[in-house]
């Protein structure tokens, strides 16, 4: 018999790191994107089936920001896990995205969750080396290139944390 | 404490007299009949009995000395305030957990009192405790009474002129009920469409019901937008407390949020719903809790255990205020009339007054939505612009990276303003020239371009090619890391090459000549040689060839023209240089022109055989330049001549 979950997931990241293009390409919406400079979050919806088990994943797509005192730290408030994102051209997003973490564990313990370092089309910029990326792994960090232009990555990662927040 | 066991307490901790305060009399007789009972016969009188008799101290210190020790530790206790406040402390918490429901009804009235006296002595303690708790409630209370009234005050107004409304004013007159009960009664028309039960913590939905004719978007994004939206408010107007939204209004449509511990209820409702409605929710909601706290406590996405919660939101999608049927035929227009003119003007004025002020209320609502929406729309603007911005601003950087010839070694943004600063060859395309075609603003960038060599081959190629310019026989190609030189090029030009690829800088890329074929080598070089050896004789004051030249020059023709195709596959030009000569004989100016007019016969003669004129140059050295110096006719013979020289040049 087929079962069904929904599971919060936030996803954090820096300014325009491509979270929306992946959360645009990938997921359910219905909400228009002004709701992030208004309300700053919209939810989205991201369905993963785990053999008889449908897992939607309610995905509150936070605001971008570098600024990170302005992220709403109460929108984490019950999350299965959390999707950090960062821009492998750009090694600062990567900083904030670790960054993000640490807030995040600080608020509300360790949680499943996936860095996807995302623009891995644009690869002759890529900014962030194989020795950087050993060392995240080697820290327990579950990382992904990933693009939301050719979908590298992508649907493993969500698959993956459905995976692990349900388990 | 009973009055009795405070006796006796009292009596035990007396202070002992000297004497011992027996009855030693009593005693005395005691004893006598203690030894009766042991020697019947003895005989015995209790005479003479001394007031003090140390013996007697001796017996009470054998029979009870312990109890004396132990009840004057007791004492010691009872008698020190600290030391018995300790002791009852310790043991006062459980007396009190042990004891039954009287000793709640013994200290009630104490406590009361203590109470009471404490907040006549300072009632702002109180007031304190009771502030965060009692003020949103009273808030919320007023603000439905508020609302509950406008909307009655609404109705009424509405309805004070209709033919429908004198009916009501009758019912009312006569059920003795207030007008705008009744009005609210008849008026109230709504419809419960949707009712989602949220889970506080997660935002997740856990059961949603929607009436039948109702549609809308996915529950689940809706659930968990609901959520976001009241962390929003909450976190956005602190002085909201813990409360949160619990009314959103769009058009006729209102969004009544009922929070619980563990679920929130929000409700979709069409149309215009009594404050009673609220009610209902909220009883729901509570029935909900009692019924399922403990899966709603421990609910973790999964609602297939709640299943039977949407029994009860069926009961609120059941709640609805049907409309009227329409208005019956046969309205008595006169009764309208009537009450329109016994209602006077004034009553009229009051309701266009009251249309104006809500008019202007909604008006300006509108406006601050619209401004909201604006200021939404420029900042969502704002962000499009500087994302498409910045795309341009990057597909710039990634050109001038992939320009040859550019080194950027800084990029960024600066003060509101892109700033871009590298290393640029001379040689290498023009920044600015890219940035015009990138699309960027050129008034939001600034560059700085350091210049320098690049030593990628294509650059040394054309540096060298500036300096260096090859001749049309020379192909200059990058192999590799070398430049090489194909063709062919005179000696000189081959000179000043070997002097060029010396002065290349070291590390980059070398110029290679060994492709290059030197013209005065090879065939080239020995048709030349043969041309050069050739000479046309003549007789003495002659200008025309000596019979029998004619042979010589049609072979000089001929290699002419060999050497002139040659030459132009080689890609250089071979020019012909005639110069006659004369003997000593008769004066030197006449041997001069003599020498010219010789060498100007022999290039007419050529012309005549098919070489072309414009590579032949003529001259003349009179007799200067002899070829045969003796004094002999042998030798005049042959200095009567014209020679022949092949000059090479370059083809550029």
Redesign the interface.
Known sequence: MT??????ICMLGGF?VGKTSLVKRFV????S???Q?????K???KTVTLGDKVV?L?L?DLAGEDDMSSL?M??L????GYVLVADGTRPATLETALSLRRRVEADCGPLPFALLLNKYDLRE?WAVSDGDLEALRGSGCRVRSSSARTGEGVEDAFTDLATRVTH | MTASAAETLEWLFRPRPIDSGIDRTALAGLLVELARTVEPKACVQPTGISSVDPRLEQLRDLLVGHEIEVLGRLRQVVEDPERLGVAVGRVLPAAIASSDARLGQVLAPALEKATETSIRNDPRALINILHPVIVPAIRKSIAEAIDSTFQSLNESLRQSLTWRGLRWRFEAWRTGKPFAEVVLKHTLVYQVEHVFLI?S?????ISHVAAADAAS??P??VS??LT??Q??V??SFKGAGQQGVDTLRLGDLRLWCEAGQFAMLAAVIRGNPPEELRDSLRSVLSRIHDERRQALESF?????GLADVAAHLADCTALRQQARSARKAGFPWFVFVASVLLAGTAAGAGLWRWQVVQEQARISAEIAAEIAQEQ??V??AE?ERR?AE?QLWSGYL?RLRAAPGIVVTEAGERNGKFAVAGLRDPLAPDPAAILSESGVDPARVVSRWQPYQALDPVFVLRRLEASLPPPRGVRLSIAGDRIVAEGSATPLWLSRARTAARMLPAGGPQLDLSQVQNVTEGVFAKLRQTIQAREIRFNTNDSLPAPGQDAVLDQLADEIKDLTALASTMHVTAHIRLTGHADDTGPGTLNLSLSIARAGAVMALLKKRGVAADLITIGGAGQLDPLDERNSDTARSANRRVSVAVLVEDER
Do not use: C, N, P
């Open positions: 079962t069904t979950v929904q599971k919060k325009s359910q919406s219905i909400f994107e002004s709701y400079t208004t309300v700053g979050v939810i989205d919806k939607h309610i509150w709403r109460s929108y408030r019950g999350s299965a910029q | 889970h913590h997660t935002g997740l939905l978007q996915d689940q994004l968990s937008m976001a939206i962390d929003f909450r976190d973790d996405g999964d609602s297939s939404a729309r900042r969502a962000l994302a910045e990634d």
